[in-house]
């Protein structure tokens, strides 16, 4: 009778891991399809709601960011540098603060600190969440061909996420 048990309980555990492991590809393949996320944008300062599709036939990227995110700041310069050198290739980057409510102020001195010339706007709860909803973490930043299509997304920065966000972007907007 004890011999019946492991097997019991290993089979369960098989069939638990089975269904995780399930869930995780679901997730992740819905995550990756590049499709876009259609539910939702932002708010612009004294400009009507923005959505994805208001971009399109652009190349864009959207930055999720707090102002007091140091990895966040670390990845700025190379945004406003991404911003300047492909402009006319049709990128649009788009700063979209989650930082919460206290740091809506602090977006202004932001902008000036880093020179930021690419609009900083405040994401509609829902969008934030249809893109950054399994995980939360920040900076992200997500690239979108002109048709609105999902290309990459980053979680987090570092000098070699910025310089493939950098290759995937040149790839994407010289098409």
Do not use: H
């Not at 300047?84 to 990128?91: D, N």
């Not at 989650?98 to 690419?118: H, N, S, T």
């Not at 979108?144 to 994407?172: H, M, P, Q, T, W």
């Amino acid at each position: 009778m004890n011999s019946r048990r492991p097997q019991t309980v290993k089979r369960k555990l098989k069939l638990d891991l089975a269904l995780m492991m399930a869930l995780s590809a679901a997730l992740i393949s819905t995550a990756c399809t590049g499709k876009p996320a259609r539910t939702g944008g932002w708010s612009l300062d004294n400009q009507p709601r923005a959505t994805l599709a208001d971009y399109k036939g652009k190349v864009v990227v959207l930055d999720f960011y707090a102002t007091w995110c140091e990895p966040c700041r670390a990845e700025t310069p190379r945004l406003v540098q991404l911003q300047a050198q492909y402009q006319q290739q049709g990128l649009q980057v788009i700063g979209l603060n989650v930082g919460g409510p206290d740091d809506r102020d602090q977006v202004p001195a932001y902008a000036k600190e880093f020179g930021i010339r690419y609009p900083l706007a405040f994401p509609d709860d829902e969008f934030a969440d249809s893109l950054l909803g399994d995980n939360q973490n920040i900076p992200q930043a997500f690239v979108f061909d002109r048709n609105g299509e999902l290309v990459k997304r980053f979680i987090g920065y570092s000098d070699s996420s910025g310089a493939e966000l950098e290759r995937i972007v040149k790839d994407v907007a010289g098409k």
